[in-house]
């Protein structure tokens, strides 16, 4: 329930990518692909642990890979279970891409696997622990860490961290495996993806590096618009069910309040729901927020309680027709507005 305070927690920008086991008759995941990629023996087979992975190994790998989803539209990632089907289907990828930590399930079977080329994504960029409140503290021009961010791409070696992977979801002291939400992370993971493809398939190397840097081109521009659109507003704090957006919330310069914490199953406690009513008051919070794969009750409970307007925060764990656009940059876009209008943008 408590949204975490961050501490960087790894970055090892090296071996990569993104592997997918878009097996040709088996469409493990109706997720799979939307943009394309049929089951061509000459692409490599792709397998996307979740939507976010998906997204990124589409956009960078084209037309060269054949991607397939674990995760079905309107799955709540964290809830994932496997079918034996789909455990075997992995060990038939020729390359993996995963987010450690979001999806017990994924993690235990990619572990077994087998397959030699996998990428967990937060080892692309700097995974931080959120406290029960997370403020942002001007982040435009230089990172936590020290380095200069323009945009946050930047190509300096993150610093290894020495302790254990970080990546327990929704546990004290764990980091917040949520990086997707800020589009300067996710452009160095894009980054790290493009190189790491580039690698395993030279023969296409060059498309893979258009494509990168066409990609960042645009998570360039969102961030730029996040960064315009929320530099003026008449309050900085958020309520919203899910507490998936304190990256978000630190690049911008906000704060995240979360009915529950970075694990959307975590039930609040009365003492939450009280503290909560205290701070939409004392901070003038005007709207609280749910999302398309988790439950509204308890974010309409609230509002109704204290008097405040819902609305949708899309956390774009996967994509529905629920969704507020058709892919990650259109839903982010409307994430955007949403915000704006919640917290009073001039």
């Given at each position: 329930m408590?949204?975490?305070?961050?501490?960087?927690?790894?970055?090892?920008?090296?071996?990569?990518?993104?592997?997918?086991?878009?097996?040709?008759a088996?469409?493990?995941?109706?997720?799979?692909?939307?943009?394309?990629?049929?089951?061509?023996?000459?692409q490599?087979?792709?397998?996307?642990?979740?939507?976010?992975?998906?997204?990124?190994?589409?956009?960078?790998?084209?037309?060269?890979?054949?991607?397939?989803?674990?995760t079905?539209?309107?799955?709540?990632?964290h809830?994932?279970?496997?079918?034996p089907?789909?455990?075997?289907?992995?060990?038939?990828?020729?390359?993996?891409l995963?987010?450690k930590g979001?999806?017990?399930?994924?993690?235990d079977?990619?572990?077994?696997?087998g397959?030699?080329?996998t990428?967990?994504?937060?080892?692309?960029?700097?995974?931080?622990?959120?406290?029960?409140?997370?403020?942002?503290?001007?982040?435009?021009?230089?990172?936590?860490?020290?380095?200069?961010?323009?945009?946050?791409?930047?190509?300096e070696?993150?610093?290894?961290?020495?302790?254990?992977?970080?990546?327990?979801?929704g546990?004290?002291?764990?980091?917040?495996?949520?990086?997707?939400?800020?589009?300067?992370?996710?452009?160095?993971v894009?980054?790290?993806?493009?190189?790491?493809?580039?690698?395993?398939?030279?023969?296409?190397?060059?498309?893979?590096?258009?494509?990168t840097?066409?990609?960042?081109?645009e998570?360039?521009?969102?961030?730029?618009?996040?960064?315009?659109g929320?530099?003026?507003?008449?309050?900085?704090?958020?309520?919203?069910?899910?507490?998936?957006?304190?990256?978000?919330?630190?690049?911008?310069?906000l704060?995240?309040?979360?009915?529950?914490?970075?694990?959307?199953?975590?039930?609040?406690?009365?003492?939450?729901?009280?503290e909560?009513?205290?701070?939409?008051?004392?901070?003038k919070?005007?709207?609280?927020?749910?999302e398309?794969?988790?439950?509204?009750?308890?974010a309409?409970?609230?509002?109704?309680?204290?008097?405040?307007?819902?609305?949708?925060?899309?956390?774009?764990?996967?994509?529905?027709?629920?969704?507020?656009?058709?892919?990650?940059?259109?839903?982010m876009?409307?994430?955007?507005?949403?915000l704006?209008?919640?917290?009073?943008?001039?």
């Amino acid at each position: 329930m408590n949204v975490r305070r961050l501490i960087p927690t790894t970055a090892v920008a090296g071996a990569v990518v993104l592997g997918l086991t878009a097996l040709s008759a088996c469409s493990t995941s109706d997720a799979a692909s939307d943009g394309g990629s049929g089951s061509n023996g000459d692409q490599l087979k792709v397998t996307a642990s979740f939507y976010p992975m998906q997204f990124l190994a589409e956009r960078i790998g084209g037309e060269h890979v054949a991607v397939t989803n674990l995760t079905k539209p309107g799955v709540e990632p964290h809830d994932l279970e496997l079918t034996p089907r789909q455990i075997g289907s992995i060990s038939e990828a020729d390359y993996v891409l995963y987010l450690k930590g979001i999806q017990p399930a994924v993690d235990d079977a990619i572990k077994q696997s087998g397959v030699k080329n996998t990428v967990d994504a937060a080892t692309l960029t700097t995974l931080e622990n959120h406290g029960a409140e997370v403020s942002g503290h001007d982040h435009g021009h230089e990172d936590d860490h020290g380095h200069e961010d323009e945009h946050g791409h930047e190509e300096e070696a993150h610093e290894e961290h020495s302790e254990g992977d970080g990546h327990n979801h929704g546990e004290e002291g764990g980091a917040d495996p949520h990086i997707w939400l800020d589009p300067v992370k996710y452009a160095e993971v894009a980054k790290g993806v493009g190189k790491s493809l580039e690698k395993a398939d030279p023969d296409h190397a060059a498309d893979y590096k258009k494509n990168t840097e066409a990609l960042v081109g645009e998570l360039d521009k969102l961030n730029t618009a996040y960064e315009t659109g929320l530099k003026n507003t008449a309050t900085k704090t958020f309520i919203t069910t899910h507490s998936a957006f304190g990256y978000l919330a630190e690049r911008y310069g906000l704060t995240q309040q979360g009915i529950a914490g970075i694990d959307p199953e975590a039930e609040p406690t009365p003492a939450r729901i009280q503290e909560l009513h205290t701070i939409a008051e004392k901070e003038k919070a005007t709207t609280v927020f749910f999302e398309t794969l988790a439950s509204d009750k308890t974010a309409k409970t609230l509002a109704k309680d204290t008097g405040l307007k819902t609305d949708v925060l899309d956390p774009l764990e996967g994509i529905t027709k629920k969704s507020q656009g058709a892919d990650y940059i259109e839903v982010m876009e409307s994430n955007l507005a949403a915000l704006q209008k919640a917290l009073g943008a001039k």
